[in-house]
């Protein structure tokens, strides 16, 4: 599985925008790049994804590199309920039947947002 | 959206013996469904994929008969921890493939063995 770097932590204002950063340099072509997030004591929530085109939702924003060696998630006004840990995943598209499409995490980035 | 199900959401048992934990998809049919584990402060890692009507796949270092995965119908997948030891204590999380996004999560299982 291709790996992702995340910072282990950033800190954001509420209300603020946040620029959350991946970087995948070993990412394939069929590489889609997914995020989600965890609250404390709950399961993965699912953010955005995309392949190559930058994508917009009503959670978040994601923008990727043209070389797609790296992506960062947007988020446009951080609120208290946006504190969680951010993943930053590729997951194979070539190989949806297979087990290759299963989701590998890493640690990912914690995302504290201050008052 | 596509809904997981997972219960329950807490369990304590007793050392030695075996805890069953389901996971439901409950507005669409899941033919993969993902089992991980996650311990305080790390990451969530992958125990199995477990693929309806068939056996499961299990990750290197993981034990197929402590960790028993059963994925008898397209929205029903249970995993059991056999004979459970204090060091199973855990999150236990579940998740399937939907048509949209991929993946949807169950809010998890904390097991506690005393």
């Known amino acids: 599985d291709a790996k992702t770097t995340q910072p282990n932590s950033m800190e954001s204002n509420e209300e603020e925008p946040v620029h959350l950063p991946c970087n995948h340099s070993?990412?394939?072509?069929?590489?889609?790049i997914h995020w989600y997030r965890q609250l404390p004591s709950q399961g993965p929530e699912y953010v955005i994804h995309?392949?190559?085109s930058n994508v917009n939702n009503r959670m978040a924003s994601l923008a990727i590199a043209e070389d797609r060696k790296s992506s960062t998630l947007i988020l446009h006004r951080a609120t208290l309920r946006d504190a969680a840990v951010y993943y930053c995943?590729?997951?194979?598209?070539?190989?949806?039947?297979?087990?290759?499409?299963?989701?590998?995490f890493g640690e990912g980035t914690q995302l504290t947002v201050n008052p | 959206g596509a809904v997981v199900s997972q219960h329950p959401s807490r369990v304590i048992c007793k050392s030695g013996t075996s805890v069953k934990i389901e996971c439901r998809s409950l507005?669409?049919?899941?033919?993969?469904m993902f089992w991980y584990r996650q311990f305080p402060k790390q990451s969530l890692m992958l125990m199995a994929t477990?693929?309806?009507?068939?056996?499961?796949?299990?990750e290197q270092g993981v034990e197929k008969d402590k960790f028993l995965i059963n994925h008898a119908s397209l929205t029903l997948s249970t995993l059991t921890v056999t004979s459970a030891h204090p060091e199973d204590s855990s999150f236990y999380i579940c998740?399937?493939?939907?048509?949209?996004?991929?993946?949807?999560f169950g809010s998890g299982t904390r097991l506690t063995v005393v």
């Open positions: 998740s399937a493939r939907d048509n949209s996004p991929g993946y949807t």
């Open positions: 070993t990412i394939s072509g069929t590489d889609y």
């Open positions: 995309g392949l190559t």
């Open positions: 995943i590729l997951r194979d598209g070539g190989a949806w039947e297979t087990s290759g499409s299963r989701l590998t």
């Open positions: 507005d669409f049919q899941a033919t993969t």
């Open positions: 477990s693929n309806e009507g068939s056996k499961a796949t299990y």
